[in-house]
């Protein structure tokens, strides 16, 4: 039996949202509006929970198929793969440009956000950042902390920032009987590129965003 963790159940959840609700996978570029054809994920992972610990990034793509299970599968041996090998692809781009002296960066990195506009940027780059996914998610309640309001990033093409907050008890009104009740409570909260969809379509994706976290049952079906 494979021990499925809240992160990987909000993850399930999105997908499928974003399959039944295709406007969500859009993104902005060029001033170009794009529909993206797959659905991807980019996470941190920190190596252990001290100070020091470096911070890996992970991008994973994921179908409406798979289950909470699958995905539980493809998240752990890319962060298996990351931990083991001790570095990734973008630390070792860091450290090239991080060798040019300043001035040259800033050309470097003025011609990336050129390239970026045009959706021209070399797959040897755009595939070692993690700002060309489908959804960003930021796991802050596995340190301990409550979940903010993120910035969009202005290169890449992701339309859509979700920060998880760390449970805590919080007093809740029961819909049926309408008493209180204290429960285990996550903050989650989005960043969105309002100008992919409008708001009525993001807030009926919403819903059913809620109604698969709210069931996670639904997400095996």
Do not use: W
Not at 82 to 95: P, Y
Not at 114 to 139: A, M
Not at 144 to 171: C, M, N, R
């Amino acid at each position: 039996k494979i021990l499925v963790s809240l992160f990987v159940f909000i993850v399930a959840a999105i997908s499928k949202t974003f399959n039944e609700r295709p406007m969500l996978n859009r993104y902005i570029q060029g001033q170009r509006i794009y529909q993206r054809n797959g659905f991807d994920v980019s996470y941190v992972i920190k190596q252990s929970n001290t100070d020091s610990a470096e911070e890996l990034l992970a991008t994973v793509e994921v179908s409406p198929e798979m289950s909470p299970d699958e995905i539980s599968k493809v998240m752990k041996s890319a962060q298996d793969r990351l931990r083991t090998g001790g570095d990734n692809g973008l630390d070792s781009l860091m450290r090239f440009f991080g060798a040019f002296p300043r001035i040259v960066l800033r050309l470097v990195f003025r011609m990336i956000k050129l390239l970026d506009y045009y959706g021209k940027v070399p797959s040897f780059i755009r595939s070692e950042l993690p700002f060309y996914c489908s959804v960003f998610i930021s796991n802050l309640g596995s340190i301990g902390v409550d979940a903010p309001f993120h910035h969009l990033y202005e290169l890449g093409t992701t339309s859509f920032f979700l920060a998880i907050g760390k449970p805590e008890l919080k007093p809740v009104v029961n819909q049926k009987s309408g008493e209180i009740e204290v429960r285990k409570m996550v903050n989650l909260k989005f960043t969105i590129d309002e100008r992919i969809c409008d708001g009525y379509y993001l807030a009926r994706s919403l819903d059913r965003f809620i109604k698969y976290v709210e069931n996670p049952e639904l997400l095996y079906k």
